[in-house]
């Protein structure tokens, strides 16, 4: 019988905390869509001033944020985004900046640490001269942390020169800034200096914050009013958002010193993984508080046999027909909770290794 349960699926999978139940049942709220919810107008106030933008704006999720935000940036459909094979808009988000946005995308690679080759962006870029055969190139997007490089950091440096290149070529630069804070921590950068290149952001308020609900656009001031609007349009408009809102405002307050910790125990996890026959990690790329698992070549361990073994331990991690395993620890996973896994990963690996001492 499990006794214990450890949620290493994602760090979208917490729960509120007492604090933030408390906030939302009290909360001050009006209509939002009228412009008049207390709650929410002082978290996005909040949230501009930390980011070093004139303005914010509170949406549903993170997909639609970034949506809004390529749409804004793209108002003639048939322009053109470049952005990395690998990143979330691109995968993860159903291909709507196409379906609904009629937008193009230019895809670059992803390097191992989430960056795109300096050089293949500037290449990508279209000459106006052909916009008579080609489509329009008008915004560049970049992702930090980059979740499907195992939430690696984009450098303040990194971003500036990137932000350059689009000044140049007159373009915009969005940000999707979904796990940023993990980045801020991990780098020890203020989160206004690693988006100063940036004219739009997104930054997600119920992954690594641990807040239920939301995410918030920066930007300009004209930005953010295009940005409403597409909100509505898109059917994110909501009326009395400060319920929400003000469980995000705990979070910013509570679990943003928190990250520093998961990130410690990301790495006391992967520093253990990497001690295991037949388990490769690279524990240098373990930035933030997401870790990848592979399998050697020739061991006789496969994902899918160590994720079976896991779940008869209440350890859960994303199902799927992925050769690696992904672990991602948030504000609820305790340093017991890591230890606990190891000890059940040293198990199942010996299990399954050496069946015959079983």
């Known amino acids: 019988m499990v006794v ?14 007492d604090a933030m139940r408390e906030a939302m049942a009290s909360a001050e709220v009006d209509d939002d869509i009228l412009g008049y919810d207390p709650t929410a107008r002082h978290l996005e106030e909040e949230m501009a001033k930390m980011m070093g933008k004139e303005a914010a704006l509170f949406v549903p999720s993170g997909t639609m944020a970034n949506l809004i ?9 048939g322009s053109e985004v470049i952005l990395g094979d690998n990143s979330h ?10 379906t609904i946005g009629g937008v193009h995308p230019k895809t670059i690679k992803n390097e191992e640490d989430g960056t795109m080759d300096l050089e293949a962006i500037e290449a990508a870029i279209r000459d106006p001269k052909g916009s008579t055969f080609y489509p329009s ?27 350059e290149i689009a000044k140049r070529h007159g373009l915009k630069l969005h ?33 690594g914050l641990g807040a239920p609900v939301g995410t918030v656009i920066v930007g300009s001031s004209g930005f953010i009013e295009k940005a409403k609007r597409l909100r509505k349009t898109l059917g994110g408009g909501m009326r009395q958002i400060g319920v929400l809102c003000a469980a995000a405002l705990v979070a910013l307050q509570e679990n943003l010193p928190k990250l520093q910790f998961d990130h410690k ?15 490769r990690i690279n524990v240098a790329a373990v930035e933030t508080n997401m870790i990848f698992m592979d399998m050697e070549d020739g061991s006789r361990l496969t994902a899918e046999k160590l994720r079976k073994c896991l779940t008869e331990c209440g350890i859960l991690v994303l199902p799927g027909n992925s050769p690696r395993i992904r672990m991602v620890v948030h504000h609820q996973i305790t340093t017991s909770d890591v230890h606990y896994t190891l000890s059940c990963l040293q198990q199942a690996v010996q299990m399954i290794q050496e069946p015959s001492l079983n």
Do not use: W
């Open 4 to 17: 214990r349960s450890v949620d290493l699926r994602s760090d979208t999978v917490t729960r509120p905390t």
């Open 69 to 77: 935000c390529v749409m804004v940036h793209c108002e003639v459909r």
């Open 89 to 98: 808009i691109h995968v993860y988000e159903n291909g709507g900046i196409s």
């Open 137 to 163: 190139t008008r915004l560049i997007c970049l992702e930090n942390t980059h979740a499907n490089s195992g939430g690696r950091c984009l450098s303040a440096e990194y971003t500036d020169s990137v932000g």
């Open 175 to 207: 940000i999707d800034g979904a796990r940023l804070f993990n980045a801020s921590i991990a780098l020890g950068v203020p989160v206004n200096r690693l988006v100063e290149a940036a004219d739009s952001v997104s930054v997600c308020l119920s992954k």
């Open 265 to 279: 125990k990301a790495k006391l996890l992967a520093e253990g993984l990497n001690q295991m026959k037949g388990i």
